[in-house]
């Protein structure tokens, strides 16, 4: 894994917010060995990718916050599960344990599918690579992301986590509907679990100024990394958001859509707005 970063960070010139902004699924960085193994083309392998959200949010540094990003696809490694979320029906030597449904699904750490239940490999992998992969992805990107938490709670008095996303179209075909239609950004708090109820309205009416529809908690309240990292009664809180990717991508090509530059631009204003609030981090906290 020499030849394979496990991610890039993005710091600011002068940390001036509280914000912190993570993109674990934009990684487009496929090793060969995992596209020589597996039963799909590279196109279908990166239906499960997050693909351009980093670029999306790449202005964060010049707002006085850090952007942290995979380089490995989630195909290779999902960042946004837990490093026990071993697939027995994938990897060898693993023994079922509890029920699990998304390890179940095939979406446990090292995923077994891509999007529409697609497997990627033709057999099994050994346990002694699955865990290699976590010790030289998971383990170093969640010890990076820990750390730039911890600092923005020690210089500010709190963190606020932006876990950015992207989500297919049709997942929203059963979303709660917005204004009659369906949502564009899904705001995700565990409900109520990983951010308070005030930090969490304020992203919303950020998202909502911009001209986006939104939505809390359905049908994504957070994975992982917002459970994880979310302790508002710490002072450490974390928002998933989910992008609709029919807004900026071409989601069958996989390359940016006809609105890519409008929805970065209004996406960047977002992104300037919410690092200036967490930039007055004391005053929230007091409220």
């Not at 917010?17 to 799909?40: K, Q």
């Not at 950004?185 to 409900?191: E, N």
């Not at 930090?199 to 992982?224: D, K």
């Not at 710490?234 to 530059?261: C, K, N, T, W």
Request: charge should be neutral; glycine fraction near 8%.
């Amino acid at each position: 894994m020499q030849d394979h970063p496990p991610f890039a960070l993005f710091e600011p010139d002068r940390l001036r917010s509280a914000a912190v902004f993570s993109s674990p699924h934009s990684g487009r960085d496929y090793p060969e060995t995992l596209v020589a193994r597996s039963r799909l083309d590279l196109l279908r392998l990166r239906a499960s990718e997050d693909a351009l959200v980093d670029r999306l949010f790449e202005t964060a540094p010049h707002e006085g916050a850090p952007l942290l990003c995979a380089l490995l696809p989630r195909a290779w490694l999902d960042l946004n599960r837990a490093p026990g979320d071993l697939d027995p029906a994938l990897i060898e030597g693993v023994q079922p344990a509890g029920i699990n449904q998304r390890v179940a699904a095939g979406l446990g750490v090292v995923p077994r599918v891509v999007s529409e239940g697609q497997e990627i490999y033709r057999g099994k992998i050994t346990r002694e690579e699955a865990e290699a992969r976590i010790a030289d992805v998971h383990g170093p990107y969640h010890e990076r992301l820990a750390a730039l938490l911890a600092r923005a709670r020690q210089r500010f008095g709190m963190a606020v986590l932006y876990d950015c996303h992207s989500m297919p179209t049709e997942a929203l075909r059963a979303a709660p509907r917005v204004q009659g239609k369906a949502p564009e950004i899904v705001l995700g708090d565990r409900f109520g679990a990983a951010a308070s109820r005030e930090v969490v309205t304020r992203v919303q009416l950020v998202f909502e100024r911009a001209g986006f529809r939104v939505t809390r908690n359905a049908p994504f309240a957070g994975g992982y990394i917002t459970q994880r990292y979310g302790r508002p009664g710490q002072g450490i809180h974390a928002v998933q958001i989910e992008i609709d990717r029919g807004l900026y991508l071409d989601q069958r090509r996989i390359e940016p859509g006809s609105r890519f530059a409008e929805i970065r631009q209004r996406l960047g204003e977002v992104v300037a707005t919410l690092c200036a609030d967490a930039g007055a981090a004391p005053a929230l906290a007091a409220e």
